[in-house]
């Protein structure tokens, strides 16, 4: 089955540290997004890629980190610039026109 | 840059009543989407809307594609326990364009 996978589902990270959450898709589609999202919060754009080796900046890119070497990845790194870094974050993929598949998350945790 | 205004931001509601939610833009869309999110878990699209005026349903929902383009309406019928939850509308200008965002209406219900 298609689909779109994060890991891990939880997360926790030292003060200081960068950590690295996984996204891919098996779905063949082009543009890959991320978003965070904070307790009764929507959903904020983080960074996103609409062709391989290609992305942009979404509302909230300070202190995050993305790369797109392959088309089915789309990793997001959270920096120790990003002072706030414990949320739920999203990965969703997208085929024209179709709206957004999202992954199930990966909960970010500051310990 | 363009916002979603959705509304209400919480409800909460007896199992079996009917439930409406909206989101109105100061800009024009030429594709509505609803999406479901359960708690712990990404968002999952419920309906989508291409047409202004266009009416859907699926099961007990059925959304609306405001005649202006810049709104859009959700129901729900006979609410049950699994409703529970954060809905989200969303908005796209064009098709290669980033998905528009409001910031969610949380359902309750109540035993």
């Known amino acids: 089955d298609g689909g779109i996978t994060q890991s891990p589902k939880y997360l926790f990270r030292k003060e200081g540290q960068n950590v690295t959450l996984s996204c891919e898709q098996n779905l063949n589609h082009d543009a890959m997004y991320w978003y965070r999202q904070d307790p009764g919060q929507g959903l904020r754009l983080i960074y996103y890629?609409?062709?391989?080796?290609?992305?942009q900046k979404g509302d909230i890119a300070e202190g995050y980190s993305v790369s797109r070497e392959k088309k089915e990845s789309f990793p997001l790194t959270v920096t120790s610039a990003q002072k706030n870094p414990t949320a739920f974050y999203l990965c969703?993929?997208?085929?024209?026109?179709?709206?957004?598949?999202f992954g199930s998350g990966t909960r970010l945790t500051v310990v | 840059g363009q916002q979603l205004n959705q509304s209400p931001q919480s409800m909460f509601i007896q199992e079996g009543e009917d439930v409406s939610m909206n989101c109105t833009s100061s800009?024009?869309?030429?594709?509505w989407l609803w999406y479901k999110q359960d708690p712990g878990e990404g968002p999952v699209l419920l309906i989508a809307l291409y047409k202004a005026g266009e009416l859907t349903s699926n099961g007990r929902l059925t959304a609306q594609f405001g005649i202006t383009r810049k709104d859009s309406f959700l129901n729900i019928s006979a609410s049950i326990p699994s409703d529970v939850g954060i809905y989200f509308c969303a908005g796209q200008l064009w098709r290669d364009d980033k998905i528009i965002f409001g910031k969610g209406t949380r359902l309750h219900i109540l035993p």
């Open positions: 800009s024009i869309f030429n594709t």
């Open positions: 890629s609409q062709i391989v080796n290609d992305f």
């Open positions: 969703a993929s997208a085929a024209l026109n179709h709206g957004y598949t």
